[in-house]
């Protein structure tokens, strides 16, 4: 199975090839090396850029602007914070304008802990990047919905940023992707570089398909009774695990809904579940104080204030300047798997 | 009868002179064609400060003082839509280069009075924010420097297309000091993909109300251009024909070599920098309309009545529209959300515009 940045990799191939997708750019995008994370190795229309955030994102609208329909990478959205206002004239060229500009760009930037990347590569974005009206932001945790919501992002006519959780990006998928060979080792040999000289190389593309995860829509990846978790992104497999885990320890059995699309998101999926179940655990590791996280609770309580048996939660990263390196620092700032465990068997198992 | 043009006949043929500015000089049908398009954007610039203190408008912000650059540049420009034509990123004060490419005044009335018919903003944005796709004018931003980020994208798209369609961009001296002045020139000079863009500084000497001088040590802004082998020059912006034949050369370069030049128009800020300060007349500054209007009297192709009928009827012109743009429907709360999106088949929740927060329960 394809990992997850292999994915991506796919699904801009498939854009550039099918979707109209005229420039995927950014500080070492293009050759030699596609990326330093490679999700951009041996695409046609992949170049590089300047060290230079703001030149990025302003070229991208600049691009737009003239119809053409392009991709950029920010490094690491540790790095995106000078890029904050422009980020917000994208999100609002159209409707500042009365509809006279689309602003059809996507922005991709690896986001989150997970790789031991200390103060400035272990930075989450989603919370900052859900006060931007005007873009829709999507967060994969796996492989097959890395290739279908690059392939909405990319069809989208509107900004859309794709955050990339660091920690998954060489993470197999469960599924294939429409098109992938069959052997892993195959796909490796097809579409990742060498190490080493890459000068003669070129991909050979697996047949891919079309395949589009449509924004706003939630996955249901466990279903149960006894509570709801709501996650996306690194968090999200943790959450899985520790339903299988407690389903087998205490018989405990969960929704858990990867959200997917940060915004728009998934309203009716998170409402559904906690009609049933009156139990729910938001899970996210962006910083506590004004988290995304928190707006979706405002809106439970809001919404489903008489439904609850217990009090909704959040379990979240937090509020400190940074991640520290040494791993005693990381695994005690943002959530991790015991805690998320004890989160969720507490949340099913308070007295109502 | 005002007399407006001096035709002498010869052989039953009109001939014109020439207007000489220094070195400079343009046909007297051309001079007259910038002047009256310089006293149309200045009277509708006037007829807004009015808005804005008689309450038909708020905020005012605007170019009168850089009419003697702007209309010549709108005029050159190579106007229309797509990569074949020019795209401007332009900033608030470039009333005299929408004018002269066309603009109606009632389209920047309509903008100061906020209303639904405001073809540019929908009444969202302030006055001087214009936006016209079919012209390439993209959205003008009221946050300084900008432009200067997003400017080589269009140029990097007019640079694959072919063609000769540019790429200009507008800001003034303060925002050069904004870190995207700098990305505007690595940008536009990537070694084997320099970008014809056209990079054009206004200096009035001010930031608000921060002398220039006080903060920039450069002798001139275009000569930081030089480490980056962009060419540049300064230009006297209150002289309309010096400016014409700076944009000519500028444009001709931009247009034939692909790559950068640097203009920077020296020009007057004749109402202070916004409504916020006043918007009181400046009397220790060049006005170039003033002046110009002058040189065409001294030179014979217009009278003191030609030069006052070019005035009324600019000032007839700018109450008609306010009158028009006053009778004309407002947003209303029904609009607060609209054109947030734009239609998309992979999107479940706003298939078509904004609808509010997600629902569905």
Redesign the interface.
């Known amino acids: 199975m394809a990992t997850l940045v292999q994915a991506v990799r796919l699904a801009l191939h498939y854009g550039e090839t099918y979707l109209g997708v005229?420039?995927i750019f950014g500080e070492d995008v293009g050759p030699p090396l596609g990326g330093v994370f490679t999700a951009t190795q041996g695409l046609r229309t992949a170049w590089n850029?300047?060290l230079?955030e703001?030149?990025i994102?302003?070229?991208?609208?600049?691009?737009?602007?003239?119809?053409?329909r392009?991709v950029c990478e920010i490094q690491f959205c540790d790095y995106a914070f000078n890029t904050i206002?422009?980020m917000k004239?994208a999100g609002n060229?159209?409707?500042?304008?009365?509809?006279?500009?689309?602003m059809?760009i996507v922005l991709m930037t690896p986001s989150g802990s997970g790789i031991r990347g200390s103060l400035y590569h272990s930075h989450s974005f989603e919370s900052w990047a859900s006060r931007l009206?005007?873009w829709?932001i999507v967060m994969p945790s796996n492989a097959l919905d890395a290739y279908g919501l690059m392939?909405?992002a990319i069809?989208?006519?509107?900004p859309v940023m794709v955050l990339l959780p660091k920690a998954l990006l060489r993470v197999r998928g469960e599924q294939k992707i429409p098109g992938e060979p069959e052997d892993e080792e195959e796909l490796k040999r097809m579409i990742d570089a060498p190490v080493g000289d890459r000068t003669g190389w070129q991909p050979r593309w697996p047949p891919v398909q079309e395949y589009?995860v449509?924004?706003?829509?939630a996955a249901l990846v466990r279903t149960g009774h006894h509570a709801t978790v709501v996650s996306y992104g690194r968090t999200l497999p943790l959450c899985v695990k520790a339903a299988d885990e407690l389903r087998e320890s205490h018989g405990l059995m969960f929704d858990v809904l990867d959200l997917r699309?940060i915004?728009?998101?998934?309203?009716?999926a998170i409402?559904?579940s906690v009609?049933k179940t009156g139990r729910i655990l938001i899970v996210n590791e962006d910083t506590e104080v004004t988290n995304f996280g928190e707006h979706l609770l405002r809106?439970v309580i809001d919404?489903h204030y008489y439904d609850l048996l217990v009090r909704p939660r959040v379990l979240l990263g937090q509020h400190i300047p940074g991640i520290g390196l040494n791993q005693e620092y990381e695994k005690n700032s943002v959530p991790q798997l015991p805690q998320i465990r004890e989160a969720m068997r507490a949340l099913a198992t308070e007295e109502a | 009868m005002a007399r407006e043009i001096v035709q002498p006949e010869e052989n039953g043929l009109a001939v014109l002179s020439d207007i000489t500015s220094g070195e400079y000089s343009l046909p007297a049908e051309r001079c007259l064609e910038i002047y009256r398009l310089m006293v149309r954007a200045r009277a509708m610039e006037e007829r807004m400060i009015k808005m804005s203190k008689s309450g038909e408008g708020y905020f005012w912000i605007g170019g009168p003082g850089e009419e003697a650059f702007n209309v010549p540049l709108g005029l050159q420009v190579k106007k229309g839509r797509?990569?074949d034509y020019d795209?401007l990123h332009l900033h608030y004060r470039n009333s005299g280069t929408l004018i002269a490419m066309g603009m109606p005044v009632i389209d920047g009335i309509r903008q100061m009075a906020m209303t639904w018919t405001?073809?540019?903003?929908?009444g969202?944005?302030f006055v001087g924010?214009y936006?016209?796709?079919e012209w390439?004018v993209?959205?003008v931003?009221s946050?300084i420097g900008?432009a200067?980020?997003?400017?080589?994208?269009?140029?990097?798209?007019?640079k694959r297309y072919g063609g000769d369609g540019i790429?200009i961009v507008v800001g003034g001296d303060a925002g050069t000091a904004e870190?995207?002045f700098g990305?505007c020139m690595?940008?536009s000079t990537?070694p084997g993909n320099e970008l014809p863009v056209l990079m054009i500084v206004m200096n009035n000497g001010y930031g608000i109300s921060t002398p220039a001088a006080t903060q920039h040590a450069e002798l001139h802004i275009v000569d930081r251009g030089k480490p980056f082998g962009i060419p540049g020059e300064v230009v006297d912006g209150n002289d309309p024909i010096a400016s014409w034949h700076a944009i000519e050369r500028a444009m001709r370069y931009v247009r034939q070599e692909r790559r950068p030049y640097m203009i920077e128009a020296l020009v007057s800020r004749l109402y202070g920098h916004s409504s916020s300060s006043g918007a009181m007349r400046v009397k220790d500054e060049r006005d170039c309309v003033a002046e110009f209007g002058q040189k065409l009297i001294e030179a014979g192709v217009l009278d003191e009545e030609g030069a006052s009928a070019i005035r009324k009827a600019a000032l007839d012109e700018c109450e008609k529209a306010l009158e028009q743009a006053l009778k004309e429907p407002k947003p209303t709360a029904d609009d607060v959300r609209?054109?947030?999106?734009?239609?998309?088949?992979?999107?479940?929740?706003?298939p078509d515009d904004y609808t509010g927060?997600?629902?569905?329960?």
């Open positions: 005229t420039d850029s300047p230079d703001r030149g994102l302003g070229m991208a609208m600049g691009i737009a602007y003239a119809g053409g392009p206002d422009l004239i060229q159209r409707w500042a304008s009365g509809g006279n500009y689309d059809p009206a005007g829709k392939l909405s069809a989208d006519p509107n589009f449509p924004l706003g829509k699309s915004f728009p998101y998934d309203w009716h409402s559904q009609m809106r919404h | 797509g990569p795209y405001d073809r540019h903003s929908r969202r944005n924010h936006c016209v796709p390439n993209v959205p931003c946050v900008v200067w980020v997003k400017a080589p994208g269009t140029a990097h798209v007019q790429t870190g995207d990305s690595i940008w990537r609209r054109f947030t999106y734009a239609s998309s088949f992979h999107d479940v929740v706003y927060l997600p629902n569905g329960d």
